[in-house]
Protein backbone atom coordinates (compact mmCIF):
# COMPACT_ATOMS: atom_id res chain seq x y z
CA UNK A 1 0.00 0.00 0.00
CA UNK A 2 1.33 3.21 -0.73
CA UNK A 3 1.70 6.25 2.08
CA UNK A 4 -0.11 8.46 -0.12
CA UNK A 5 -3.17 5.74 -0.66
CA UNK A 6 -6.74 7.29 -1.02
CA UNK A 7 -7.55 5.41 1.76
CA UNK A 8 -5.53 6.73 4.35
CA UNK A 9 -7.10 9.88 3.88
CA UNK A 10 -7.58 11.94 7.55
CA UNK A 11 -5.09 9.52 8.94
CA UNK A 12 -1.66 10.85 10.21
CA UNK A 13 1.77 8.78 11.06
CA UNK A 14 3.18 10.39 14.16
CA UNK A 15 7.28 9.48 15.34
CA UNK A 16 7.39 10.16 18.93
CA UNK A 17 10.98 9.94 20.22
CA UNK A 18 10.72 9.68 24.14
CA UNK A 19 14.04 10.08 26.16
CA UNK A 20 14.21 6.27 27.90
CA UNK A 21 15.84 3.66 25.68
CA UNK A 22 17.04 1.45 29.02
CA UNK A 23 14.26 -0.05 30.94
CA UNK A 24 12.06 -2.43 28.70
CA UNK A 25 9.08 -2.54 30.91
CA UNK A 26 8.76 2.01 30.38
CA UNK A 27 9.44 1.25 26.80
CA UNK A 28 7.01 -1.73 26.83
CA UNK A 29 3.99 0.47 29.03
CA UNK A 30 4.47 3.53 26.63
CA UNK A 31 4.05 1.88 23.50
CA UNK A 32 0.54 -0.03 25.08
CA UNK A 33 -0.98 3.20 26.22
CA UNK A 34 -0.50 4.51 22.78
CA UNK A 35 -1.85 0.92 21.18
CA UNK A 36 -4.50 1.08 23.19
CA UNK A 37 -6.60 3.77 21.56
CA UNK A 38 -9.21 3.04 19.24
CA UNK A 39 -8.12 2.92 15.86
CA UNK A 40 -4.20 3.33 16.38
CA UNK A 41 -2.14 1.18 14.95
CA UNK A 42 1.67 1.17 16.73
CA UNK A 43 3.88 0.01 13.40
CA UNK A 44 6.93 -0.04 15.42
CA UNK A 45 9.10 1.04 18.41
CA UNK A 46 12.93 1.64 18.26
CA UNK A 47 14.64 1.37 21.14
CA UNK A 48 18.76 2.39 21.76
CA UNK A 49 20.47 2.11 25.38
CA UNK A 50 23.13 3.95 24.39
CA UNK A 51 21.15 6.76 22.44
CA UNK A 52 19.22 5.98 25.43
CA UNK A 53 16.00 7.07 23.61
CA UNK A 54 13.21 5.15 21.68
CA UNK A 55 11.13 6.13 18.75
CA UNK A 56 7.81 5.03 18.07
CA UNK A 57 5.86 5.09 14.87
CA UNK A 58 2.10 4.93 15.60
CA UNK A 59 -0.83 5.77 12.72
CA UNK A 60 -4.31 6.42 12.31
CA UNK A 61 -7.08 8.66 11.95
CA UNK A 62 -5.45 12.40 13.00
CA UNK A 63 -7.97 12.58 16.26
CA UNK A 64 -7.46 8.80 17.30
CA UNK A 65 -3.38 9.64 16.95
CA UNK A 66 -3.67 12.91 18.93
CA UNK A 67 -5.35 11.07 21.69
CA UNK A 68 -2.76 8.36 21.69
CA UNK A 69 0.01 11.38 21.86
CA UNK A 70 -1.94 12.75 24.97
CA UNK A 71 -1.74 9.07 26.48
CA UNK A 72 2.15 8.87 25.88
CA UNK A 73 3.18 11.78 27.19
CA UNK A 74 0.85 11.53 30.27
CA UNK A 75 2.54 8.01 31.00
CA UNK A 76 6.03 9.46 30.16
CA UNK A 77 5.45 12.34 32.83
CA UNK A 78 4.45 9.78 35.33
CA UNK A 79 7.60 7.70 34.84
CA UNK A 80 10.19 9.61 34.10
CA UNK A 81 12.00 12.67 35.17
CA UNK A 82 14.90 14.38 33.19
CA UNK A 83 17.15 15.36 35.48
CA UNK A 84 18.53 12.06 35.89
CA UNK A 85 18.91 11.36 31.88
CA UNK A 86 22.23 10.97 30.42
CA UNK A 87 22.32 9.77 26.53
CA UNK A 88 24.21 9.87 23.35
CA UNK A 89 21.53 11.56 21.31
CA UNK A 90 20.67 15.37 21.66
CA UNK A 91 17.62 16.06 23.87
CA UNK A 92 15.94 18.49 26.35
CA UNK A 93 12.26 16.63 26.67
CA UNK A 94 10.94 13.73 28.17
CA UNK A 95 8.78 13.53 24.57
CA UNK A 96 11.91 15.28 23.25
CA UNK A 97 10.20 15.89 19.53
CA UNK A 98 6.51 14.78 18.32
CA UNK A 99 6.24 14.75 14.53
CA UNK A 100 3.08 14.71 12.57
CA UNK A 101 3.13 13.26 9.13
CA UNK A 102 0.22 13.15 6.89
CA UNK A 103 -0.83 10.32 4.92
CA UNK A 104 -3.05 9.51 1.85
CA UNK A 105 -4.28 12.92 0.75
CA UNK A 106 -4.72 14.36 3.94
CA UNK A 107 -4.33 17.67 3.68
CA UNK A 108 -1.05 19.44 5.64
CA UNK A 109 -3.36 21.82 7.50
CA UNK A 110 -4.84 18.46 9.11
CA UNK A 111 -1.05 17.62 10.54
CA UNK A 112 -0.80 21.03 11.52
CA UNK A 113 -3.79 21.96 13.59
CA UNK A 114 -3.64 18.31 14.96
CA UNK A 115 0.02 19.95 16.52
CA UNK A 116 -1.75 22.67 18.06
CA UNK A 117 -4.36 20.91 19.73
CA UNK A 118 -1.63 18.32 20.94
CA UNK A 119 0.21 21.56 22.36
CA UNK A 120 -3.16 22.63 23.60
CA UNK A 121 -4.28 19.78 25.70
CA UNK A 122 -0.49 19.29 26.86
CA UNK A 123 -0.40 22.20 28.88
CA UNK A 124 -3.28 21.84 30.09
CA UNK A 125 -3.02 18.28 31.37
CA UNK A 126 0.60 18.46 32.34
CA UNK A 127 1.99 22.00 32.30
CA UNK A 128 3.94 20.69 29.72
CA UNK A 129 5.39 23.52 27.40
CA UNK A 130 7.51 23.71 24.28
CA UNK A 131 8.17 24.66 20.85
CA UNK A 132 6.48 24.31 17.46
CA UNK A 133 8.58 23.34 14.54
CA UNK A 134 8.89 22.54 10.75
CA UNK A 135 5.31 23.69 9.12
CA UNK A 136 4.21 24.65 12.65
CA UNK A 137 6.78 26.81 13.49
CA UNK A 138 5.62 30.33 14.92
CA UNK A 139 9.11 32.16 14.35
CA UNK A 140 12.01 31.38 11.01
CA UNK A 141 14.69 30.55 14.05
CA UNK A 142 12.23 27.63 15.29
CA UNK A 143 11.86 25.85 11.96
CA UNK A 144 14.78 23.52 12.59
CA UNK A 145 14.52 21.31 15.51
CA UNK A 146 18.36 21.08 15.80
CA UNK A 147 18.06 25.37 16.60
CA UNK A 148 15.32 24.64 18.81
CA UNK A 149 17.27 21.95 21.19
CA UNK A 150 20.85 23.22 20.80
CA UNK A 151 22.57 23.41 23.93
CA UNK A 152 19.81 20.31 25.25
CA UNK A 153 18.15 19.67 28.67
CA UNK A 154 21.22 21.83 30.11
CA UNK A 155 20.66 24.85 27.93
CA UNK A 156 17.26 25.54 29.50
CA UNK A 157 17.67 27.29 32.68
CA UNK A 158 19.15 29.60 30.04
CA UNK A 159 16.90 29.79 27.70
CA UNK A 160 14.00 30.61 29.92
CA UNK A 161 15.61 34.07 30.47
CA UNK A 162 15.50 34.54 26.95
CA UNK A 163 12.87 36.52 25.17
CA UNK A 164 13.80 34.59 21.98
CA UNK A 165 13.23 31.44 23.68
CA UNK A 166 10.03 32.08 24.98
CA UNK A 167 8.00 28.66 24.52
CA UNK A 168 5.28 28.97 21.75
CA UNK A 169 2.66 26.71 24.65
CA UNK A 170 3.09 26.90 28.61
CA UNK A 171 6.04 28.04 30.24
CA UNK A 172 9.31 27.09 31.27
CA UNK A 173 7.96 26.01 34.77
CA UNK A 174 8.25 22.53 35.22
CA UNK A 175 10.82 22.47 32.60
CA UNK A 176 13.64 20.91 34.97
CA UNK A 177 11.00 17.42 35.28
CA UNK A 178 9.15 17.11 32.09
CA UNK A 179 11.96 19.54 29.84
CA UNK A 180 10.91 20.92 26.93
CA UNK A 181 8.70 19.00 24.16
CA UNK A 182 8.62 20.35 20.48
CA UNK A 183 5.89 19.09 17.80
CA UNK A 184 5.29 20.22 14.46
CA UNK A 185 3.74 18.80 11.26
CA UNK A 186 6.40 18.27 8.44
CA UNK A 187 7.10 15.48 5.92
CA UNK A 188 8.43 12.11 5.40
CA UNK A 189 12.43 11.48 6.44
CA UNK A 190 14.43 8.78 6.64
CA UNK A 191 16.59 8.41 9.91
CA UNK A 192 19.51 6.37 8.96
CA UNK A 193 22.87 5.79 11.36
CA UNK A 194 26.27 4.37 9.30
CA UNK A 195 28.76 2.45 11.75
CA UNK A 196 32.75 3.13 11.22
CA UNK A 197 35.33 0.87 12.01
CA UNK A 198 38.90 1.71 12.89
CA UNK A 199 37.88 5.58 13.55
CA UNK A 200 36.90 6.82 16.90
CA UNK A 201 34.30 9.62 18.00
CA UNK A 202 36.38 12.91 16.57
CA UNK A 203 36.80 11.53 13.07
CA UNK A 204 33.26 10.34 12.60
CA UNK A 205 32.07 13.91 14.12
CA UNK A 206 34.41 15.12 10.90
CA UNK A 207 32.78 12.83 8.64
CA UNK A 208 29.38 14.05 9.47
CA UNK A 209 30.65 17.70 9.44
CA UNK A 210 31.74 17.18 5.69
CA UNK A 211 28.88 15.16 4.43
CA UNK A 212 26.03 17.40 5.37
CA UNK A 213 24.26 20.18 3.75
CA UNK A 214 24.61 23.17 5.97
CA UNK A 215 28.62 22.23 5.08
CA UNK A 216 27.61 22.19 1.20
CA UNK A 217 27.58 18.18 1.46
CA UNK A 218 24.20 16.37 0.01
CA UNK A 219 21.22 17.97 0.44
CA UNK A 220 18.56 17.82 3.27
CA UNK A 221 20.49 15.94 4.93
CA UNK A 222 21.96 16.68 8.89
CA UNK A 223 24.03 14.21 10.77
CA UNK A 224 26.49 14.44 13.95
CA UNK A 225 28.85 11.63 14.92
CA UNK A 226 29.04 9.60 17.97
CA UNK A 227 30.14 6.59 19.90
CA UNK A 228 27.82 3.84 20.35
CA UNK A 229 29.48 1.59 23.15
CA UNK A 230 26.82 -1.53 23.06
CA UNK A 231 28.32 -1.56 19.37
CA UNK A 232 31.97 -0.59 20.29
CA UNK A 233 32.17 1.83 17.48
CA UNK A 234 31.47 5.40 16.06
CA UNK A 235 28.47 6.09 14.28
CA UNK A 236 27.81 8.85 12.01
CA UNK A 237 24.03 9.64 12.61
CA UNK A 238 22.28 10.78 9.63
CA UNK A 239 18.45 12.33 9.12
CA UNK A 240 17.62 12.50 5.43
CA UNK A 241 14.98 15.28 5.60
CA UNK A 242 14.90 15.85 1.52
CA UNK A 243 14.09 12.50 0.58
CA UNK A 244 13.72 13.74 -2.48
CA UNK A 245 16.89 15.14 -3.40
CA UNK A 246 19.06 12.29 -1.52
CA UNK A 247 18.69 9.15 -1.06
CA UNK A 248 19.63 6.06 1.50
CA UNK A 249 22.89 5.01 -0.63
CA UNK A 250 23.64 8.43 -1.32
CA UNK A 251 24.39 9.23 2.64
CA UNK A 252 25.70 5.48 2.72
CA UNK A 253 28.18 6.56 -0.50
CA UNK A 254 29.59 9.54 1.40
CA UNK A 255 30.09 8.28 4.28
CA UNK A 256 31.79 5.18 2.81
CA UNK A 257 34.12 7.58 1.26
CA UNK A 258 34.88 9.76 3.90
CA UNK A 259 35.72 6.78 5.71
CA UNK A 260 38.20 5.21 3.43
CA UNK A 261 40.38 9.11 3.48
CA UNK A 262 39.59 8.91 7.19
CA UNK A 263 41.66 5.08 7.31
CA UNK A 264 38.42 3.60 8.00
CA UNK A 265 35.58 1.78 7.12
CA UNK A 266 32.03 1.20 7.24
CA UNK A 267 31.03 -1.75 8.52
CA UNK A 268 26.83 -1.74 8.77
CA UNK A 269 23.91 0.17 8.91
CA UNK A 270 20.81 0.64 10.88
CA UNK A 271 17.44 2.31 10.33
CA UNK A 272 15.74 3.71 12.97
CA UNK A 273 11.82 3.78 12.30
CA UNK A 274 10.79 3.38 8.83
CA UNK A 275 11.38 4.53 5.88
CA UNK A 276 9.33 5.09 2.30
CA UNK A 277 10.04 2.62 -0.34
CA UNK A 278 11.55 5.87 -2.84
CA UNK A 279 14.42 6.05 -0.87
CA UNK A 280 15.80 2.93 -1.98
CA UNK A 281 15.11 3.78 -5.48
CA UNK A 282 18.72 3.54 -6.81
CA UNK A 283 18.42 -0.05 -6.16
CA UNK A 284 16.66 -3.08 -8.67
CA UNK A 285 15.13 -4.50 -5.67
CA UNK A 286 14.94 -4.25 -2.01
CA UNK A 287 17.12 -6.89 -1.28
CA UNK A 288 20.29 -5.71 -2.81
CA UNK A 289 19.29 -2.62 -0.85
CA UNK A 290 19.52 -4.94 1.96
CA UNK A 291 22.66 -6.03 1.05
CA UNK A 292 24.76 -2.98 -0.56
CA UNK A 293 23.90 -1.00 2.66
CA UNK A 294 24.41 -3.60 5.16
CA UNK A 295 21.09 -3.33 7.33
CA UNK A 296 21.86 -6.73 8.55
CA UNK A 297 25.26 -6.56 10.22
CA UNK A 298 24.11 -4.55 13.12
CA UNK A 299 20.36 -5.93 13.87
CA UNK A 300 18.16 -8.32 11.45
CA UNK A 301 16.17 -6.42 9.06
CA UNK A 302 12.53 -7.35 8.07
CA UNK A 303 11.72 -5.40 5.32
CA UNK A 304 7.59 -6.13 5.09
CA UNK A 305 7.82 -4.40 9.23
CA UNK A 306 10.38 -1.63 8.08
CA UNK A 307 9.75 -0.19 4.54
CA UNK A 308 6.64 1.87 5.40
CA UNK A 309 4.19 0.95 2.24
CA UNK A 310 4.73 -2.84 3.22
CA UNK A 311 4.24 -2.11 6.49
CA UNK A 312 0.80 -0.48 5.73
CA UNK A 313 -0.10 -3.34 4.07
CA UNK A 314 -0.89 -5.10 7.10
CA UNK A 315 -4.21 -2.54 7.75
CA UNK A 316 -5.40 -3.10 3.88
CA UNK A 317 -8.70 -5.14 6.28
CA UNK A 318 -9.57 -2.28 8.49
CA UNK A 319 -9.44 0.18 5.49
CA UNK A 320 -12.08 0.32 3.08
CA UNK A 321 -11.89 -1.50 -0.46
CA UNK A 322 -10.02 -0.03 -3.40
CA UNK A 323 -12.10 1.86 -5.63
Known amino acids: MEWNDSRLTGWLEAIPN ?42 GPADAVRKALVALYVSVSENLCMETHRGEHPRQGLVDVCPLVPLGSTPLSVAIEAGK ?4 ELGFL ?34 ALLPEWAPDFGNFDKS ?8 GARPLLVAYNIALSGLNVVQAQRIAKKVRASNGGLPGLRSIGWWMEGYGCAQVSCNIVDIQQTTAKQAFDAVAFEAQQAGGSVIGSELIGLMPLSSLRDFPNVESAVAYLQLTK ?24 EE
Open 18 to 59: VSEGRNKRHIALFGKVMAEVDGVHLLHTDANADAHRTVYTLV
Open 117 to 120: KLAF
Open 126 to 159: LGQSGWFYEYNATQPHRKSLASLRKGEYEALPRK
Open 176 to 183: STLGMTVI
Open 298 to 321: IHSFDPKERILEWSLDRLASVLPA
